[in-house]
């Protein structure tokens, strides 16, 4: 009876780790074990950016102990003790030093004046213009700018009969009640349109009357706020003793 005879198959492709002293980067690549050195060194220029002919390439198991130079540029990859998960760390002999490739300031970028811009027949900007989209949309951005006026307007009337000192009561969707005392009405700075400045009589608030280094009213940290007109309603609202004065 003759002897069962045995044949080991490795797999046609095996994924390595890519590291070069380029940059400080981990590639994970898969690559096929029939390519040689040198077809490896090629693919490798473009994860890399080391020249092909500047390249040593070093070899390390999966625990990442050193085994060997992949030395033989006519020898298959295959050819070399290279499992799943090993690492290729390639050394870039040509003086160029780590980080080079990764320094993006170093780039040299292409910039185009607006006036030739303008000039190209095929653009972003010329195809949003044949189609009226975004803001080259003459009839939307007229309905938002009519309705910006619009509501502004709203908020004007509605801020001017609210009066600085007023005692009121704010109503936000979502938020519990608060009482306070009208600090500042009108418009601001940090956003368009009317806004109420208020000292609430209770810690609720997110700052001290200031907003991005500009002082519009005085009160003490985390009293102070800024809600809309239609969220203010003026009126005898006493400002909540928490039951204090009660007696026992």
Known sequence: ??????RVVSPAAVNVRITSSLTSFVAEKRFNRGITVSELKCKLELIVGSVASCMELQLFGTDDKFIGLLSQDDALLGSYP????????VIDESGVKLGEFEDVSKVIKYEMSNEAYEKRTESARLFLKRSKLGLYNEEKKAKEESELMQREQEEKVLADAILVGARCEVVISGQPTKRGTVMYVGQ?????GYWIGLKYDEPLGKHDGSVNGKKYFECQYKYGAFVKPQSVTVGDYPEDDYGLNDEM
């Open 82 to 89: 290279v499992d799943d998960n090993c690492r290729i760390h």
């Open 1 to 6: 009876m003759e002897a069962d005879s045995y």
């Open 188 to 192: 601001t700075e940090f956003k368009p």
